[in-house]
């Protein structure tokens, strides 16, 4: 094979690899609006009933803003939410013994205690609405850190984000 045919062979080869790519690309591009759009639901689960809620209209319930420390993020933020235990009251009746979250990335937890009024359900951040890239788009925290370390995440484990649904667990 001299040098002209081996060159033609590897453009040919390169313009494969490139067509490949772009529709890689592609799809990927068309794909993320729709992730985005159904991120865009909270699923309830209670027993053999499964309802919908939009995100957008859980914001205006968000009654209550706070600034603290957040240890993922090594910084300050201020973030706009609602008491949790009030919504699981309003959407269940009650205070499920215990609730199972799954996320947007398919994590998946199972935790109990939360009729605690410093659980808070967290729909903005910096004045922002959370998406999937800020760990949204609701996020549970907890308001007061008590003598816990921040500096060790080990201790805010129990911190849910990314929900895309909450089973109650009677």
């Given at each position: 094979?001299?040098?002209?045919?081996?060159?033609?062979?590897?453009?040919?080869?390169?313009?494969?690899?490139v067509?490949?790519?772009?529709?890689?690309?592609?799809?990927?591009?068309?794909?993320?609006?729709?992730?985005?759009?159904?991120?865009?639901?909270?699923?309830?689960?209670?027993?053999?009933?499964?309802?919908?809620?939009?995100?957008?209209?859980?914001?205006?319930?968000?009654?209550?803003?706070?600034?603290?420390?957040?240890?993922y993020?090594?910084?300050?933020?201020?973030?706009?939410?609602?008491?949790?235990?009030?919504?699981?009251?309003?959407?269940?009746?009650?205070?499920?013994?215990?609730?199972?979250?799954?996320?947007w990335?398919?994590?998946?937890?199972?935790?109990?205690?939360?009729?605690?009024?410093?659980?808070?359900?967290?729909?903005?951040?910096?004045?922002?609405?959370l998406?999937?890239?800020?760990?949204?788009?609701?996020?549970?925290?907890?308001?007061?850190?008590?003598?816990?370390?921040?500096?060790?995440?080990?201790?805010?484990?129990?911190?849910?984000?990314?929900?895309?649904?909450?089973?109650a667990r009677?």
């Amino acid at each position: 094979m001299n040098a002209a045919s081996l060159l033609v062979a590897y453009a040919h080869r390169f313009k494969k690899q490139v067509k490949t790519g772009f529709a890689y690309l592609l799809i990927l591009i068309v794909s993320f609006p729709l992730a985005s759009a159904h991120a865009r639901e909270l699923t309830l689960i209670n027993g053999d009933d499964t309802r919908h809620i939009a995100t957008a209209s859980l914001i205006p319930q968000a009654d209550t803003t706070f600034t603290l420390f957040d240890p993922y993020q090594g910084r300050e933020v201020e973030m706009r939410g609602f008491e949790f235990r009030d919504f699981l009251i309003e959407q269940f009746g009650d205070i499920p013994p215990a609730l199972h979250f799954t996320a947007w990335d398919d994590y998946d937890v199972t935790l109990s205690g939360w009729d605690d009024p410093n659980w808070f359900m967290i729909v903005e951040e910096d004045g922002e609405p959370l998406t999937l890239r800020s760990r949204g788009p609701l996020r549970l925290v907890e308001r007061d850190y008590g003598a816990r370390d921040i500096n060790s995440l080990r201790e805010f484990n129990d911190w849910v984000w990314m929900i895309r649904s909450i089973e109650a667990r009677w």
